[in-house]
């Protein structure tokens, strides 16, 4: 069995389990382009869509082979976006992170503020020793938030997945607990 669902505070944010009622908010940036393209999805289109989102986080979180946090604002408890683990190996102390967030709050350091806190929390909580970032090469301004974090390019995975109708080539980021600064 679970515990409970952690929760993460940060200065203007807080982290917390997403649930159907985040199901509208959710979809606001879910079904844009810009957002979930380099996620190798199609927009949402219906609430329906995100709700099964919302059970995939759910589920790899009972199976523990990830996590996935609402990223909310204190002020509004608005989901914004998401920020977690997933395909964890705990046998192998590591996992990939993943990232999303609404284009309305892009530029302001809403997601280097999730991204390093959910980092230091899989350090702290789930004895990782390595966090890999995959990010499309394309995708230069994913790739500077991981850089900022500390996060270093390995190379370059060639046809790494299949997603809309393609093969895309992915660079392999990653971040090993002794690069992390826990102050």
Known sequence: ????????????????????????????????????????????????????EISWYKSIYEEGTGIRWGITLKDSGKVIGSCGFLNKLTKHYRTEIGYELSKDYWGIGVASEALEAVVKYGYHHLQLERIEALIEPTNIPSQRLVEKQGFIREGLLRHYEYTRGKFDDLYMYSILKGDVNFN
């Open 1 to 52: 069995m679970k515990t409970e669902f952690p929760v993460i505070e940060t200065k203007r944010l807080i982290l917390r389990e997403v649930t159907t009622d985040d199901a509208n908010d959710m979809l606001t940036y879910l079904s844009d382009e810009n957002v979930v393209k380099p996620m190798g999805l199609e927009p949402f289109q219906t609430v329906e869509d995100v709700w099964d």
